[in-house]
């Protein structure tokens, strides 16, 4: 079944020039040009992926994300942000309240489609059947299939690249690892992330383990280097 991609944009151009592009490799999609209403559409739509205009004309881009990551079903849906703002504060914005990429206005469409292509198929690896489908680690259980992690009884809300980022922790504790090292084991060939995202992705990520973010237990800073995820006994 073709993957379906919402593209919520408000510029009729830009928008018919990415569904025409999408559509082109296969792709279904559906346009909205504005956030009012657009939660309802997506429940229904059910997407497997979400390209979001950051300056809508009924509201920004950055509530539309931070809606649909509390939704319980969408939750996890990669979200790409398009930004004609291409100042590193709205970057870093958009990647902490939830965002998984973003492409900075004006892009080419053949740069949106390899990352639409390579958030999909992160995805779809997470899914291969000869991974376990549970890793548990100390006080963690994380179920890939149901792409879901528990710390103790509680479930985290984590975005896609937090989900990734903590599994690649679970299933190597112990060791630093430098954030070039993470940003080839995470982000793998996106090569428009900079180390900086790691530190972003380092922080939310504490936000929703650690007790005290600021003296963070399992996840650490080695001076100089990197990070490190202690290994937690049960
Ligand atoms: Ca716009």
Redesign the pocket.
Same mark, same amino acid.
Request: no cysteine; proline share 8%; aromatic share 0%.
């Given at each position: 079944m073709a993957k379906k991609i919402a593209i919520i *944009? +408000? *510029?009729p151009e /830009?928008s018919s020039l990415i569904e025409y592009n999408l559509a082109r490799q296969g792709f279904s999609t559906l346009i909205l040009a504005g956030s009012k209403g657009a939660m309802a559409e997506l429940e229904t739509y059910k997407p497997d992926l979400v390209i979001l +205009?950051?300056? /809508?004309?009924d509201g920004d881009?950055f509530d539309l994300c931070r809606s649909i990551r509390r939704h319980t079903a969408l939750g996890r849906v990669p979200i790409i942000f398009?930004t004609?703002r291409s100042d590193e504060v709205d970057r870093v914005l958009g990647l902490e309240i939830g965002g998984d990429d973003y492409v900075t206005k004006p892009f080419s469409p053949r740069e949106l489609i390899a990352r639409v292509k390579a958030h999909l198929r992160r995805g779809e690896s997470e899914t291969e059947p000869e991974v376990a489908a549970t890793v548990k680690r100390g006080p963690f259980t994380l179920d890939r299939a149901a792409h879901r992690v528990f710390l103790h009884e509680g479930e985290l809300p984590l975005t896609s690249t937090e989900f990734r980022l903590l599994e690649f922790f679970l299933t190597h504790p112990g060791r630093a690892y430098s954030r070039e090292q993470l940003l080839g084991e995470v982000w793998g060939e996106q090569h428009f992330v900079t180390p900086r995202t790691v530190d972003v992705h380092i922080r939310r990520l504490r936000e929703r383990i650690e007790e005290q973010p600021d003296t963070p237990r399992f996840l650490t800073t080695v001076r100089g280097f990197g990070y490190r995820f202690e290994a937690p006994q049960a």
């Open positions: *944009e +408000d *510029e /830009l +205009d950051i300056m /809508l004309p881009g398009l004609a």
